[in-house]
């Protein structure tokens, strides 16, 4: 798996309920990401957080929240106000330093799907 | 923000052609990455082109990176089926120290 989990697979939300999306990593990195894939689209940022206890917000940050309590989790609420939560999300991590200039590792995605 | 565009969206060939897919980028960059990724997976790093560099091989791939064009190529020789999968290029946003993808490319090998 690259040193990246992601679970569940598949997850299936309500209308008006939370769900959140689990992202552990075991390689002791600091930078981890959160993307939005949509069919056929590339990927769109919606948080990332490159310290423990610190994150920001991506491009389309709004429906959605993160913490980063522990070095190797970063998980991903999707809210009820994210009227249009179906997509495939995933998570990443990268090794890079202070300058980035290095590759992302990712996570085997999650299809988050509305009943 | 999309900073790379790839072109063409969708591409079929035979096995045993060429594919070969651009990206067009806006803004000025320190490097350029290609990713793959199956259907229904995750995101895999196939190379990475520094700014300083005009081309790059990896086993059958082979990177060229045109700073002056704003614009990178991804030609892949030889093609064989299980190269069948979505091609993306990705470029630093270093403000906030991540990528910034492109649309993809939709590879096609038909067997």
């Known amino acids: 798996d690259g040193g990246i989990t992601q679970s569940p697979k598949y997850l299936f939300r309500k209308e008006g309920q939370n769900v959140t999306l689990s992202c552990e990593q075991n390689l002791n990195h600091d930078a981890m990401y959160w993307y939005r894939q949509d069919p056929g689209q590339g990927l769109r940022l919606i948080y990332y957080?490159?310290?423990?206890?610190?994150?920001q917000k991506g491009d389309i940050a709004e429906g959605y929240s993160v913490s980063r309590e522990k070095k190797e989790s970063f998980p991903l609420t999707v809210t009820s106000a994210q009227k249009n939560p179906t997509a495939f999300y995933l998570c990443a991590y990268s090794t890079g330093g202070i300058y980035f200039n290095e590759k992302l590792f990712f996570g085997s995605g999650t299809q988050l799907s509305v009943l | 923000s999309q900073q790379g565009e790839e072109d063409p969206q969708a591409l079929s060939i035979q096995e045993g052609e060429n594919a070969t897919m651009n990206c067009s980028y806006k803004?000025?960059?320190?490097?350029l990455q290609w990713y793959r990724q199956n259907s229904g997976r995750g995101l895999v790093h196939l190379i990475l082109i520094r700014s300083n560099e005009r081309e790059k091989h990896s086993g059958r791939l082979r990177v060229t990176l045109d700073t002056s064009k704003k614009s990178s190529s991804l030609l892949i020789t030889a093609s064989r089926a299980a190269d069948t999968a979505s091609y993306f290029c990705a470029t630093p946003d270093t403000g906030r120290r991540a990528l910034t993808f492109g649309s993809g490319t939709r590879l096609q090998v038909q067997p």
């Open positions: 957080s490159h310290i423990v206890n610190d994150f």
């Open positions: 803004t000025s960059i320190n490097n």
